[in-house]
């Protein structure tokens, strides 16, 4: 296996491994933000304004990890730099 | 696969080179502020009054009422920055209804810059209010030790500005070119759909961080911990 298969490989497989570990954490999260904001709208309909933008804002926290982890393997998927680096080596040879 | 808007170039004269997220941002600013400027030319006081006129009156209304609920005291002088912020993603995610258009915002360049905005008005707005010394205090509240830790913060929450923007927006239409070449025709046109309401909840978390951030930092009395002010 030479080495631009090994850099293709790799990075399919962790793009895939980044994407579901990534998404897994967020979306408990996510759950577990949602059904407490739920809860409080029951208890409390009358803050339903600042319960709806904390949630929002909180949301948006969470998420930004698992844009994270969808921007990373969408770099290792399209834009890798390690693959760009070996395809040029082994031409340049 | 084009990851951003910024591959497609449309001009090139030696090392000029005019991509499609400039075009679309120029096209953007043109709309925003050619409409602005045609509904306010003739606005009326009185009972009787254009349909522009109460659209854009219940988005400005709506902003500030947003920006007050933050817990900026006077929202009229943050409305120009974070309202111009607000109305530039919501446009530029509503228009991906139109064929041939790349959002601006799926460009990592456009969405630093609107981040280094933030990053830039917070201290502006901080000093303003405080005043150099009280704004620079807050760097070492509640210890000294605390303040590379508020440096860091500073710069992160811009990184996860611009790269939360980003993400979302392209992702929108990744996931929708991805669809394209798997699926029947309709579920790209549901995830379009969907995109649209990302937009605009995406375009709603940005202008509201950026005024937690800028409450965070005019804050003369004993800080409370406000949504998201750590990060």
């Known amino acids: 296996m030479d080495s631009v298969t090994a850099v293709a490989l790799v990075s399919i497989v962790i793009a895939g491994i980044a994407t579901g570990f990534g998404c897994l954490g967020p979306a408990l999260a996510e759950g577990r933000a949602v059904a407490t904001a739920l809860t409080s709208l029951a208890q409390q309909p009358d803050a339903s304004a600042t319960i709806t933008r904390t949630l929002f804002v909180g949301l948006a926290m969470i998420e930004s990890t698992a844009i994270y982890c969808f921007v990373v393997s969408m770099i290792l998927m399209f834009a890798n730099p390690f693959w760009n680096y070996f395809i040029a080596h082994a031409s340049g040879k | ?231």
């Open chain 2, 1 to 231: 696969m084009r990851l951003s808007p910024d591959e497609t170039i449309l001009w090139q004269h030696g090392f000029l080179k005019l991509n499609a997220t400039i075009v679309f941002t120029w096209g953007l600013m043109l709309v925003l502020a050619v409409s602005s400027r045609l509904i306010t030319r003739r606005l009326s006081t009185g009972l009787k009054r254009s349909r522009w006129q109460n659209l854009l009156e219940i988005v400005v209304t709506a902003i500030e009422k947003q920006i007050a609920d933050v817990g900026l005291i006077h929202p009229k002088k943050y409305l120009g920055f974070l309202g111009t912020l607000f109305l530039f993603v919501a446009t530029a995610s509503l228009c991906t209804i139109l064929p041939g258009y790349d959002p601006p915002t799926g460009s990592l360049s456009t969405t630093a810059a609107l981040a280094l905005c933030v990053l830039m008005a917070v201290p502006l707005f901080g000093i303003e209010e405080r005043g150099l010394g009280g704004y620079l205090k807050s760097y070492v509240e509640p210890t000294v030790i605390m303040l590379p830790f508020n440096v860091i913060s500073e710069l992160s929450r811009t990184l996860a500005l611009a790269v939360r923007l980003f993400g979302n927006m392209m992702s929108g239409a990744m996931i929708v070119g991805i669809l394209l070449s798997i699926t029947p025709f309709i579920f790209p046109i549901v995830m379009t759909a969907l995109g649209l309401l990302t937009g605009m909840v995406q375009a709603y978390i940005f202008s509201i961080l950026a005024a937690v951030y800028i409450a965070a930092a005019t804050r003369v009395r004993r800080p409370e911990p406000a949504p998201g002010a750590t990060q």
